[in-house]
């Protein structure tokens, strides 16, 4: 409790000194009296070019601490302070700032331009090394997404809340524990044969995404052609996923409070069936291998009427209703603070969220999150500025004796009669610390004890430090600027954990000589009364960065140039790894404008790696790229119909390193026992064995990458759309060839620059805005498209085509074909030899595709694929006056998962699930669709076929938001706008998987269950 009022403390602390630092009332303080400033009232009209008012349109003074909005007729008034800036903002056009000082008088009448298409303010996409490039003049494929779009998820983690959000990104949820199961993103599927995500930018640097609230983020772009991607080195080639935080903006200030609290409920759970239909069902599982029946009449009866789970003679044990709750918590509180002016600028956010756990007993499992991040520009001169941002990560977890995913585990496979969980019995053994739990001679663990004592404290920090300069050099030459910045990063992860053991009993019932029946208590776990915690320092990872470059920005007549030259170097250590991982892009990017419609770029890039020998340690990448903007050519000037339209292409070869391993170019020796000699081998020696012979010529991976592009802006701004063909080839993919070696060698043979890889595919996305008086909404989809071919792998020449790889997906399932059930679907006599155990009536049939009458190997053939053809994501935005309602949906269509969990396979002395009432059996259940079931490992049933595989696409209704804002538009409002709020996470799962998540088929069986939350919340901007 006092460190949790410590931590409380320090946080308050904080939150106060920021609060403070960005108040300009303290921050503007100085020793002396200051001579107050006039105040000068502004009155004017806001109109377009053409003479026509502008209303709505923002109207901010004195550095933000005063606002307002223009009125129907585009008129505003407002008090303004001597020297301040008049900072004036609307949709569609450009950002106009007035000064406004003493007898200079500002306009009656103040027009604004309308911003041109994808060159306005806000239209800057920020590529890697924070190079900034107008997305009209962009050649390749870069993709937003607003941070604002993420604020309305309860997902805790950040990578969740991009499915759906962007074309080209492919976010798969994952099974994970509480609050922690992180998805792995994509962008534009598969490259490679393995290790296919995307890397994740955080402000010029590689660091997980995850460690960010959505309220951190200004924007994320998606890099995704060789144009983008060259920027950032031998890492991107799989794509870039690039945020950039939020800085603050100058004459404006933003003061935003949010708290929302809700609760989770799993989306879907495993059912497994009680004590009395497992014993049914168990007798006839050995009546199936010729057995006698375990269990007698009246155990059954027993069961059947079992007192509950501390029935000592016939438990029935509902592990999940017992060992967990219904419901878990979800908190989430975040302040922001944004300003500046024209000297500097600066971001402060402040971020907390709380979730609670499932398990009902024991101390309830929580996590507590806290982050902090600042951004601070300052002119210091007019050529020179400095910039610098800090950012932290505090985590603390808190579980019991085992982790998430053994707990699950352990509800999955406790068979329901196997123990008792309290031992009720007047002559049970008694313990002085812990109750008396029953065990089983299977296992020897309790739940309810290996919950209730002991217990994991985790502690995970993070520190994220960016600084750097900025320098004008317009003296030297006019669009010359210059910019160098460093960073560090640290993350840290210590555990502090209490080892604690319950003893348990299992129970034996011996009938004596006169009939009467006995209990005996044999213990089956002894107890450990440890009460001592042992630390340990799970990971402690360190980053560094050091980076400059050069920028030339300069138009004259109708030529436009963007220019940059620099360095970027990466260090990552890692404990307990042989070698740092280290990278350097030394690069040269041209971006050339003529007549604002013809667009050239080249880029080029010398990349290194240390994980190559020396002297074949860097890599000449090279992208080119063009755009035309049609609709500029005088042939469009007069349609009604485009407002945009541009066609891109871009190609280029990148190098690839980050699936290599260090020193594959060397041979590997490691230590293999001792030999023993001399007399009564009393000597010995460390016997040393060759284990990799290393190959110096070894080369770097690399990728051919075409991109093929369309973007246009239809029906006065309503329609907006972009589609994209991508055509990839990696080659020269390092890899281990066996195929190409006698199996007499071994694994003594080299890596070599072997596989090959073809990706190609179509992303899409459109959306229709429309504003009918108070009425405003926008209806929007993305997708994409994307299919791969294993071109060249590790692989012999079969005689059978149907049994290679190449030619088929990287993701390809390969696997045997199910006919159905013996003694159902297909005859038993007369069928081929199945080789993989023993089966018979009632046990899957496979088919034979060499015709041997044998089922082995050589029967294998593509079954499925695990990978999504498509992904798509929709979504609807409804504004009526303060009405506001936000719904997002997300698609995977072309997957296929295995059900080859606890739940989908009941055979052995294992757990039954629900699913083993639809068994087949030749008399109890002729019509059953699952195998019969047996008391062996089920090695033929369960042999990798197309019967336990299931068509895993979904659609799912990720997150849905209705709200209501007040908006005070009055200069003397203490705030701008109020909005309530109500959201959902995962409200609904279509798919033909029923049971499970089809997307997370583990959880809720060996980790925790996808959550459905709802929320309601409040926001607040000052």
Same mark, same amino acid.
């Given at each position: 409790?006092?460190?949790?009022?410590? +931590?409380?403390?320090?946080?308050?602390?904080?939150?106060?000194?920021?609060?403070?630092?960005?108040?300009?009332?303290?921050?503007?303080?100085?020793?002396?009296?200051?001579?107050?400033?006039?105040?000068?009232?502004?009155?004017?009209?806001?109109?377009?070019?053409?003479?026509?008012?502008?209303?709505?349109? #923002?109207?901010?003074?004195?550095?933000?601490?005063?606002?307002?909005?223009?009125?129907?007729?585009?008129?505003?008034?407002?008090? !303004?302070?001597?020297?301040?800036?008049?900072?004036?903002?609307?949709?569609?056009?450009?950002?106009?700032?007035?000064?406004?000082? =003493?007898?200079?008088?500002?306009?009656?009448?103040?027009?604004?331009?309308?911003?041109?298409?994808?060159?306005?303010?806000?239209?800057?996409?920020?590529?890697?090394?924070?190079?900034?490039?107008?997305?009209?003049?962009?050649?390749?494929?870069?993709?937003?997404?607003?941070?604002?779009? #993420?604020?309305?998820?309860?997902?805790?983690?950040?990578?969740?809340?991009? %499915?759906?959000?962007?074309?080209?990104?492919?976010?798969?949820?994952?099974?994970?524990?509480?609050?922690?199961?992180?998805?792995?993103?994509?962008?534009?599927?598969?490259?490679?044969?393995?290790?296919?995500?995307?890397?994740?930018?955080?402000?010029?640097?590689?660091?997980?995404?995850?460690? #960010?609230?959505?309220?951190?983020?200004?924007?994320?772009?998606?890099?995704?052609?060789?144009?983008?991607?060259?920027?950032?080195?031998?890492?991107?080639?799989?794509?870039?996923?690039?945020?950039?935080?939020?800085?603050?903006?100058?004459?404006?200030?933003?003061?935003?409070?949010?708290?929302?609290?809700?609760?989770?409920?799993?989306?879907?759970?495993?059912?497994?069936?009680?004590?009395?239909?497992?014993?049914?069902?168990?007798?006839?599982?050995?009546?199936?291998?010729?057995?006698?029946?375990?269990?007698?009449?009246?155990?059954?009866?027993?069961?059947?009427?079992?007192?509950?789970?501390?029935?000592?003679?016939?438990?029935?044990?509902?592990?999940?209703?017992?060992?967990?709750?219904?419901? &878990?918590?979800?908190?989430?509180?975040?302040?922001?603070?944004?300003?500046?002016?024209?000297?500097?600028?600066?971001?402060?956010?402040?971020?907390?969220?709380?979730?609670?756990?499932?398990?009902?007993?024991?101390?309830?499992?929580?996590?507590?999150?806290? @982050?902090?991040?600042?951004?601070?520009?300052?002119?210091?001169?007019?050529?020179?500025?400095?910039?610098?941002?800090?950012?932290?990560?505090?985590?603390?977890?808190?579980?019991?004796?085992?982790?998430?995913?053994?707990?699950?585990?352990?509800?999955?496979?406790?068979?329901?009669?196997?123990?008792?969980?309290?031992?009720?019995?007047?002559?049970?053994?008694?313990?002085?610390?812990?109750?008396?739990?029953?065990?089983?001679?299977?296992?020897?663990?309790?739940?309810?004890?290996?919950?209730?004592?002991?217990?994991?404290?985790?502690?995970?920090?993070?520190? $994220?430090?960016?600084?750097?300069?900025?320098?004008?050099?317009?003296?030297?030459?006019?669009?010359?600027?210059?910019?160098?910045?460093?960073?560090?990063?640290?993350?840290?992860?210590?555990?502090?954990?209490?080892? $604690?053991?319950?003893?348990?009993?299992?129970?034996?019932?011996?009938?004596?000589?006169?009939?009467?029946?006995?209990?005996?208590?044999?213990?089956?776990?002894?107890?450990?009364?440890? =009460?001592?915690?042992?630390?340990?320092?799970?990971?402690?990872?360190? @980053?560094?960065?050091?980076?400059? %470059?050069?920028?030339?920005?300069?138009?004259?007549?109708?030529?436009?140039?963007?220019?940059?030259?620099?360095?970027?170097?990466?260090?990552?250590?890692?404990?307990?790894?042989?070698?740092?991982?280290?990278?350097?892009?030394?690069?040269?990017?041209?971006?050339?404008?003529?007549?604002?419609?013809?667009?050239?770029?080249?880029?080029?890039?010398?990349?290194?790696?240390?994980?190559?020998?020396?002297?074949?340690?860097?890599?000449?990448?090279?992208?080119?790229?063009?755009?035309?903007?049609?609709?500029?050519?005088?042939?469009?000037?007069?349609?009604?119909?485009?407002?945009?339209?541009?066609?891109?292409?871009?190609?280029?070869?990148?190098?690839?390193?980050?699936?290599?391993?260090?020193?594959?170019?060397?041979?590997?020796?490691?230590?293999?026992?001792?030999?023993?000699?001399?007399?009564?081998?009393?000597?010995?020696?460390?016997?040393?064995?060759?284990?990799?012979?290393?190959?110096?010529?070894?080369?770097?991976?690399?990728?051919?990458?075409?991109?093929?592009?369309?973007?246009?802006?239809?029906?006065?701004?309503?329609? /907006?759309?972009?589609?994209?063909?991508?055509?990839?080839?990696?080659?020269? +993919?390092?890899?281990?060839?066996?195929?190409?070696?006698?199996? +007499?060698?071994?694994?003594?043979?080299?890596?070599?620059?072997?596989?090959?890889?073809?990706?190609?595919?179509?992303?899409?996305?459109?959306?229709?805005?429309?504003?009918?008086?108070?009425?405003?909404?926008?209806?929007?989809?993305?997708?994409?498209?994307?299919?791969?071919?294993?071109?060249?792998?590790?692989? &012999?020449?079969?005689?059978?085509?149907?049994?290679?790889?190449?030619?088929?997906?990287?993701?390809?399932?390969?696997?045997?074909?199910?006919?159905?059930?013996?003694?159902?679907?297909?005859?038993?006599?007369?069928?081929?030899?199945?080789?993989?155990?023993?089966?018979?009536?009632?046990?899957?049939?496979?088919?034979?595709?060499?015709?041997?009458?044998?089922?082995?190997?050589?029967?294998?053939?593509?079954?499925?694929?695990?990978?999504?053809?498509?992904?798509?994501?929709?979504?609807?935005?409804?504004?009526?006056?303060?009405?506001?309602?936000?719904?997002?949906?997300?698609?995977?269509?072309?997957?296929?998962?295995?059900?080859?969990?606890?739940?989908?396979?009941?055979?052995?002395?294992?757990?039954?699930?629900?699913?083993?009432?639809?068994?087949?059996?030749?008399?109890?259940?002729?019509?059953?669709?699952?195998?019969?079931?047996?008391?062996?490992?089920?090695?033929?049933?369960?042999?990798?076929?197309?019967?336990?595989? &299931?068509?895993?696409?979904?659609?799912?209704?990720? @997150?849905?938001?209705? /709200?209501?804002?007040?908006?005070?538009?009055?200069?003397?409002? !203490?705030?701008?706008?109020?909005?309530?709020?109500?959201?959902?996470?995962?409200?609904?799962?279509?798919?033909?998987?029923?049971?499970?998540?089809?997307?997370?088929?583990?959880?809720?069986?060996?980790?925790?269950?996808?959550?459905?939350?709802?929320?309601?919340? !409040?926001?607040?901007?000052?």
């Amino acid at each position: 409790m006092k460190k949790n009022s410590k +931590i409380t403390y320090q946080l308050s602390m904080i939150m106060i000194f920021a609060i403070l630092f960005t108040n300009p009332v303290f921050a503007q303080k100085g020793k002396g009296k200051r001579a107050k400033k006039a105040i000068i009232e502004v009155a004017s009209v806001l109109t377009n070019e053409a003479g026509m008012p502008i209303k709505d349109a #923002l109207v901010v003074a004195n550095e933000g601490a005063n606002q307002i909005y223009t009125d129907e007729k585009g008129a505003f008034s407002l008090k !303004v302070s001597e020297g301040s800036v008049l900072l004036i903002e609307a949709f569609g056009y450009e950002t106009k700032m007035i000064n406004v000082n =003493t007898g200079e008088v500002v306009p009656s009448q103040i027009s604004l331009a309308v911003a041109p298409v994808y060159m306005g303010q806000k239209d800057r996409v920020t590529l890697p090394m924070e190079v900034q490039e107008y997305r009209r003049n962009i050649v390749g494929a870069v993709t937003t997404i607003q941070g604002a779009q #993420l604020e309305s998820q309860l997902e805790p983690e950040l990578s969740n809340t991009l %499915q759906g959000q962007g074309m080209g990104l492919i976010a798969r949820t994952n099974t994970g524990g509480m609050a922690n199961n992180p998805a792995s993103l994509f962008l534009r599927g598969l490259h490679r044969d393995g290790q296919n995500e995307a890397i994740t930018v955080v402000d010029g640097i590689e660091r997980p995404i995850d460690d #960010l609230m959505a309220e951190e983020i200004e924007t994320i772009e998606l890099l995704k052609d060789a144009t983008a991607k060259i920027l950032y080195g031998p890492r991107a080639a799989n794509g870039v996923i690039y945020v950039t935080t939020k800085k603050g903006t100058s004459h404006k200030k933003e003061i935003n409070v949010s708290l929302d609290y809700g609760i989770g409920t799993p989306s879907r759970m495993p059912e497994f069936l009680d004590s009395y239909n497992y014993a049914v069902l168990y007798n006839e599982a050995r009546k199936n291998d010729g057995l006698v029946p375990y269990y007698t009449d009246a155990d059954i009866q027993g069961y059947q009427n079992s007192k509950g789970p501390n029935d000592l003679l016939y438990p029935n044990v509902d592990a999940y209703n017992y060992y967990l709750r219904d419901n &878990v918590n979800y908190t989430k509180a975040t302040t922001e603070f944004m300003g500046g002016n024209d000297a500097s600028q600066y971001a402060v956010v402040l971020g907390y969220l709380g979730y609670s756990g499932l398990q009902d007993v024991g101390a309830q499992p929580a996590k507590n999150r806290f @982050n902090i991040r600042g951004n601070l520009n300052v002119k210091i001169t007019d050529a020179v500025s400095a910039f610098m941002g800090v950012a932290g990560r505090i985590d603390y977890w808190k579980t019991g004796g085992i982790n998430h995913a053994e707990t699950f585990s352990r509800l999955s496979t406790h068979r329901p009669n196997e123990y008792p969980v309290f031992i009720e019995h007047e002559d049970a053994p008694v313990s002085k610390k812990f109750p008396t739990l029953g065990g089983s001679f299977d296992r020897a663990g309790n739940i309810y004890g290996a919950l209730a004592f002991g217990d994991t404290h985790e502690n995970y920090l993070n520190g $994220q430090v960016n600084f750097g300069m900025k320098f004008n050099l317009d003296e030297l030459t006019k669009g010359l600027t210059a910019k160098t910045f460093i960073t560090f990063d640290n993350y840290f992860t210590g555990t502090r954990v209490l080892n $604690q053991e319950a003893p348990t009993y299992a129970q034996r019932w011996i009938t004596g000589p006169s009939g009467q029946d006995s209990l005996i208590f044999v213990k089956t776990q002894t107890e450990n009364r440890n =009460t001592d915690y042992t630390l340990s320092t799970s990971s402690n990872i360190r @980053n560094s960065g050091i980076n400059g %470059q050069f920028n030339y920005n300069r138009a004259f007549g109708g030529h436009s140039l963007n220019a940059d030259l620099g360095l970027m170097y990466f260090n990552k250590q890692v404990p307990g790894y042989d070698q740092d991982i280290t990278n350097s892009n030394s690069f040269l990017r041209a971006n050339y404008s003529y007549s604002n419609k013809y667009i050239a770029e080249l880029d080029l890039a010398l990349m290194g790696s240390n994980r190559f020998v020396e002297g074949n340690r860097t890599q000449m990448a090279y992208a080119i790229g063009a755009a035309w903007i049609m609709s500029e050519e005088t042939f469009m000037e007069q349609s009604d119909v485009v407002d945009f339209l541009k066609l891109k292409a871009s190609w280029g070869v990148l190098g690839y390193d980050a699936a290599t391993s260090h020193f594959l170019y060397e041979n590997r020796w490691y230590n293999n026992g001792n030999v023993s000699f001399a007399e009564r081998n009393t000597n010995g020696l460390t016997r040393t064995t060759l284990d990799l012979i290393g190959n110096p010529d070894l080369g770097w991976e690399k990728s051919r990458e075409l991109n093929i592009g369309v973007e246009a802006i239809l029906l006065q701004n309503k329609l /907006s759309f972009t589609m994209n063909y991508f055509n990839e080839l990696r080659y020269d +993919i390092i890899q281990k060839v066996s195929a190409e070696h006698s199996a +007499i060698f071994g694994g003594l043979f080299p890596y070599y620059n072997w596989g090959k890889v073809k990706n190609s595919g179509i992303e899409a996305e459109i959306q229709w805005t429309e504003r009918k008086g108070d009425f405003e909404y926008s209806l929007g989809a993305n997708m994409i498209y994307v299919k791969n071919e294993l071109v060249k792998g590790n692989e &012999v020449e079969y005689p059978d085509q149907y049994r290679s790889t190449i030619g088929l997906p990287t993701d390809a399932i390969m696997g045997y074909q199910s006919l159905g059930i013996y003694g159902k679907d297909v005859a038993l006599a007369g069928a081929p030899q199945q080789t993989f155990g023993k089966y018979g009536i009632g046990s899957l049939a496979y088919a034979d595709l060499n015709g041997d009458m044998v089922i082995d190997d050589r029967d294998r053939s593509q079954i499925g694929n695990n990978f999504p053809r498509t992904s798509l994501g929709v979504d609807v935005d409804l504004k009526y006056k303060g009405w506001g309602l936000y719904v997002l949906g997300t698609s995977e269509l072309g997957v296929d998962a295995w059900m080859d969990n606890a739940y989908f396979r009941n055979a052995g002395n294992g757990k039954y699930s629900v699913l083993a009432l639809d068994r087949y059996h030749p008399v109890n259940n002729p019509e059953g669709v699952s195998p019969a079931l047996t008391t062996t490992q089920a090695d033929n049933d369960f042999a990798g076929s197309d019967f336990w595989l &299931v068509n895993s696409s979904f659609f799912r209704l990720k @997150n849905i938001e209705l /709200s209501y804002t007040f908006t005070f538009k009055e200069p003397t409002a !203490v705030a701008k706008n109020i909005k309530v709020y109500t959201r959902g996470n995962n409200l609904l799962v279509l798919s033909k998987m029923k049971d499970l998540d089809p997307e997370a088929m583990n959880s809720g069986v060996n980790n925790y269950p996808v959550m459905t939350t709802v929320a309601a919340g !409040v926001s607040v901007s000052f």
